[in-house]
């Protein structure tokens, strides 16, 4: 008998409960092309919203992850860009730009922290000297790739 009003108790709460429809694919597929366009346009803030979308409604869409990832490169957030870009790994490893893009994400990454090395050094620190050298280094790696 307890079993019984158990689940009479549990249908009526769910059939009282309201629950959002799931988007269609037409929706997804007016998300993606605005995504895209924002995109484009190079309207991060939209493009983010979009993406972030599409990761929530098809949570297995490598290529928002990657979006996303570009978006937030382009606007300095490398720790949120390398997320995005192990999450675009986790969902398609074979992508030779996913790995790609999240070592520039990690080259920008060392960058910024040896900057901030350097401006927080004393003349008397002995890392100071390697920090600038690393610096250089990088910096010419990213002069040589952007030569090709």
Aim: hydrophobic share 40%.
């Amino acid at each position: 008998m307890k079993y019984f009003a158990m689940l009479f108790i549990y249908a009526f709460v769910s059939a009282c409960a309201t629950t959002e429809e799931a988007p269609g694919k037409s929706e997804i597929y007016t998300i993606s092309n605005d995504a895209d366009k924002a995109y484009t346009e190079s309207d991060w803030v939209t493009a983010e919203v979009n993406y972030t979308r599409l990761t929530m409604l098809v949570p297995n869409d490598d290529r928002a992850y990657f979006k996303l990832g570009n978006i937030y490169l382009k606007q300095g957030k490398t720790a949120s860009a390398i997320s995005s870009y192990n999450a675009a790994i986790f969902r398609d490893p074979d992508k030779a730009k996913y790995y790609n893009n999240i070592a520039v994400a990690r080259i920008m990454q060392a960058k910024q922290a040896l900057k901030m090395a350097i401006d927080k050094a004393l003349p008397t620190d002995g890392f100071l000297t390697n920090a600038k050298v690393m610096l250089i280094r990088l910096n010419n790696i990213n002069k040589r790739s952007e030569n090709k």
